[in-house]
């Protein structure tokens, strides 16, 4: 009986999972929507900042159309701009977005017109500290949409259909559809507003890969050793650490040997050092930052 109960919680526990990931998916997709539309709200949109993207764009068109005496919400562009887009895709590429990607782009435009008349403008006088903040912001709220395996469209479907008939990659073309987005705020706003967005981008650019691969930075280090053997014995059972063998060869010498790969925090760092050198003073060891480690002994890959 037991064991059968355990047959069926092991078929029934993917699906669980699943279910969950989904669920905590769409909640942290949910947060970084909200983060972004009032980093865009509070900063960006009030300061005339056009931090790229559609985001950036439909600010343009919003000071343009405000200037004719038409008041169209920056959230409504928004979500007419990515359907259209989204639309074109499909055409040319089939429906290979899911639910995620119309949940980001509805939720996003939404948010920035529902958030727009209770959000203070911030650092209206200070247009350093309205892209420090701005980007930071929505770094954060991109970066956790991100992180929930979800995006918000725009530009991210520009860049793939682009790509796809030229030779140049999706991240070039997400910066072409930036510098874009940059011009068209120069011709409108002056090129110190448009150099201030385009800052906003980098600043963004930056957050969002810091959310996405954590504060902790551990170290990862090759070991190369002619006592390999008793290298990866101290790691293992005096360090308490993990240890791999890669197998290598001295492309000069010839020679093959044993590449010790261990990751260990940074506290643990000197500790590491001070072992391989009391077992091989003539070992050579690499060090390289390591931005996410997922498995025994470190965070949980589902975490």
Do not use: C
Request: charged share 20%; no cysteine; aromatic share 6%.
């Amino acid at each position: 009986m037991t064991a059968m109960v355990r047959r069926v919680l092991k078929k029934v526990a993917p699906s669980e999972v699943l279910r969950s990931r989904r669920v905590r998916d769409y909640v942290l997709m949910t947060i970084g929507i909200v983060i972004t539309a009032w980093g865009l709200d509070a900063f960006l949109i009030p300061n005339r900042l056009a931090a790229g993207g559609v985001s950036g764009l439909a600010t343009v068109l919003y000071y343009t159309f405000r200037d004719y005496g038409l008041t169209v919400p920056v959230g409504v562009q928004m979500l007419a701009m990515n359907a259209v887009l989204l639309v074109v895709a499909v055409i040319a590429r089939g429906w290979r977005y899911g639910a995620k990607t119309i949940y980001g782009m509805v939720a996003l435009s939404v948010a920035v017109d529902a958030l727009a008349p209770f959000t203070p403008h911030l650092a209206a006088d200070d247009r350093l500290l309205a892209v420090l903040y701005g980007g930071a912001i929505t770094g954060v709220g991109m970066g956790l949409v991100f992180k929930a395996r979800g995006n918000t469209g725009g530009t991210d479907i520009v860049a793939q259909l682009l790509a796809d008939r030229t030779n140049f990659g999706v991240g070039q073309m997400l910066l072409a559809a930036d510098a874009v987005v940059t011009l068209a705020a120069a011709l409108k706003f002056g090129p110190d507003l448009a150099l201030y967005g385009a800052v906003a981008v980098v600043i963004g650019g930056r957050v969002i890969d810091l959310v996405q691969e954590g504060l902790s930075v551990d170290k990862a280090a090759f070991i190369i050793s002619d006592r390999s053997d008793e290298v990866a014995d101290a790691v293992l059972n005096q360090l308490g650490r993990g240890a791999t063998g890669l197998k290598g060869r001295g492309l000069y010498s010839g020679t093959e040997r044993e590449v010790v790969m261990t990751v260990v925090s940074r506290r643990e760092l000197d500790s590491l050092k001070a072992l391989v050198y009391a077992v091989d003073p003539d070992a050579f060891l690499v060090i390289a930052d390591v931005h996410e480690t997922l498995g025994e002994g470190f965070k949980e890959i589902g975490a």
